[in-house]
């Protein structure tokens, strides 16, 4: 018997490893077939970013612009995929957990920061995923429990705890509850592909408009789209308000739906995902073709369906439940609607009027002109009940109700299931606990304290991803920055540090990522917090030039020459 046959046999890492070098010699067709075969860390971090976060975005990408930001979540994944592939290069070329490597090689501020903006976000991604779930229980599965959020929540938080504590053991039980989960994700994907197919066959769609949204419009950037702006123009005085109110909108969902495409508690599981299967340097090829297959052509063919499905069913059309029932029998809408609907109405009051309370603008909404009253009645944010017409034209409103709220509340318990399990691994890779032990459960249970998200968010729960997301795109070019420094690290690489064309392509493509995140995340901070928000990130910089200043000269990243 051969070394090879041997060591083949001494463990099922030492297999793939042969048969992906003996796949790699053959090339062509053979390589692509063991690729397929071996793909794994890809397809765990797919179940992450198919999540509530990218469900609702896509929802309200649609609602807002119709099929006009086709292009952003395909440009977000694929700076998500040249990120992770870059972590993945460095992590199976040093077989070094990136934490403690970040820290000692590069600087301990951005190592620091790294993780405890992941612990963050998990935390802060957990209240919408309650939030959707307990929605779609109380407004799509069991209606009888709208007033016992409680109960919900209580069964939800139960189950998420008690398959978080059994992952470590795994089991029968626990394979059974995880393919359940992943029917129910497939059925609703599959749903939203159905309508689109239906749609484009029936001539649901323009496929002019569909084709055009590929292309990048940065004009929406400081414009609303095409099909709102000509109901902006009609409110006549109060056009320059509905165009900065649909804009403000346009940028906070442009910026949820880049953050959910890959959150930065996906940069900080990916790499631990790869270690843990045993992979190395040989497999780094596999790693991103993983990503590619395993990812990407997921997340970018459901969330685009996802798209068209709710432009054509929402764009620019007045919900259905303010036509029918505004103002003479408004208390047959929905709270949450009739709430939103009312409140852009009341704005609009208060923009003739500044300094008038809220109680005392309500009264003259009635009498706002016709104009102004059909845009809120499109804007208004819908709630997972209504957004579940979005599979209507495939299934049938009965249908559609109780197939959207089951997909809803499987991606939203796969999703807590996910945060807590990354939130324990990250608390101990923090402080030094070993994996697994009782400080991973503690670290698990932060993210609970989103069950508190029904309770303390009184809006349509579904566009609660969005302000949620927006926090998380503030944090994305804290991991960016650390894995563009990495990648050009030869104390980190040494050999392994790309070199000529290779290390020219890895940097445009990094460079070009770290861009957007930052302009991304920069709008973010100055709008949402001002100079506060400036104050920070200055004070975090100057900490990370101080720390690297005082660090040892062989810590300092490698220059062209070493390369």
């Given amino acids: ?50 999540g509530g976060g990218s469900l609702g975005s896509s929802l309200f990408l649609g609602i807002l612009a119709g099929y006009s930001f086709l292009w952003l979540q395909v440009l977000a994944m694929f700076c998500g995929v040249v990120m992770l592939g870059a972590i993945g290069y460095v992590t199976l070329s040093t077989g070094e957990r990136p934490f403690g490597l970040v820290n000692r090689q590069i600087n301990p501020v951005l190592g620091w920061s790294w993780a405890l903006a992941t612990m963050a976000a998990n935390i802060v991604w957990c209240l919408p995923q309650f939030s959707l779930a307990e929605a779609a229980i109380s407004q799509n599965l069991i209606p009888g429990l709208a007033d016992q959020k409680a109960v919900s929540c209580g069964v939800l938080l139960l189950v998420a705890i008690c398959v978080t504590m059994l992952y470590d053991s795994g089991g029968k039980g626990l394979k059974i509850y995880e393919n359940c989960l992943r029917i129910m994700v497939a059925v609703v994907v599959l749903s939203f592909f159905g309508v689109a197919v239906k749609l484009l066959i029936g001539g649901g769609v323009d496929l002019g408009q569909l084709f055009s949204g590929l292309i990048p419009d940065l004009s929406l950037i400081s414009n609303p789209a095409p099909a709102l702006a000509a109901f902006v123009q009609e409110t006549g005085v109060h056009a320059s308000h509905w165009h900065d109110l649909i804009v403000d909108k346009q940028r906070d969902v442009m910026v949820s739906a880049a953050a959910t495409a890959v959150g930065i508690n996906m940069t900080f599981l990916f790499p631990y995902s790869l270690l843990r299967k045993g992979w190395d340097r040989h497999f780094r090829g596999l790693s991103l073709f993983d990503l590619a297959t395993g990812m990407a052509i997921p997340f970018i063919l459901a969330t685009g369906c996802v798209v068209v499905a709710s432009a054509s069913s929402f764009h620019a059309k007045p919900a259905e439940e303010i036509t029918q029932y505004w103002p003479a ?64 034209p495939l299934t049938g409103d009965f249908v559609a109700n109780y197939l959207f709220g089951l997909g809803v509340v499987a991606m939203a318990l796969s999703t807590i299931t996910i945060l807590m399990l990354i939130s324990g691994f990250t608390f101990c890779e923090v402080f030094g606990f070993p994996h697994g032990s009782t400080y991973h459960r503690i670290g698990a249970m932060l993210p609970a304290v989103g069950v508190l998200g029904p309770f303390i968010w009184k809006k349509a729960a579904a566009y609660l991803v969005v302000p949620t997301s927006v926090f998380g795109m503030a944090l994305l070019p804290i991991a960016y920055l650390t894995f563009l420094l990495l990648m050009n690290n030869k104390s980190v690489l040494g050999d392994d540090l790309p070199r000529g064309r290779s290390r020219i392509i890895w940097n445009l493509l990094m460079g070009f990522a770290f861009a957007l995140s930052t302009i991304g995340a920069g709008w973010v901070v100055w709008s949402k917090s001002g100079w506060k928000g400036v104050g920070f990130v200055v004070a975090l910089i100057v900490a990370a030039l101080v720390v690297h200043v005082m660090k040892k000269p062989d810590a300092v990243v490698a220059s062209d020459n070493d390369a």
């Fill in 1 to 50: 018997m051969s070394a090879e046959s041997s060591a083949a046999q001494s463990s099922p890492v030492e297999l793939e490893r042969a048969m992906l070098l003996d796949a790699e010699a053959k090339g062509g067709v053979a390589k692509l077939s063991v690729w397929a075969k071996l793909s794994g860390p890809g397809w765990l971090q797919s179940a992450i970013t198919l």
């Fill in 329 to 392: 029998q408004a208390e047959k809408i929905d709270g949450k609607l009739k709430g939103d609907f009312e409140g852009l109405l009341i704005q609009v009051v208060q923009s003739d009027n500044p300094g008038m309370k809220k109680d005392d603008a309500r009264k003259q909404i009635e009498s706002l002109p016709a104009a102004d009253i059909q845009l809120a009645s499109m804007l208004a944010n819908r709630d997972v009940l209504l957004l579940s017409k979005a599979l209507a």
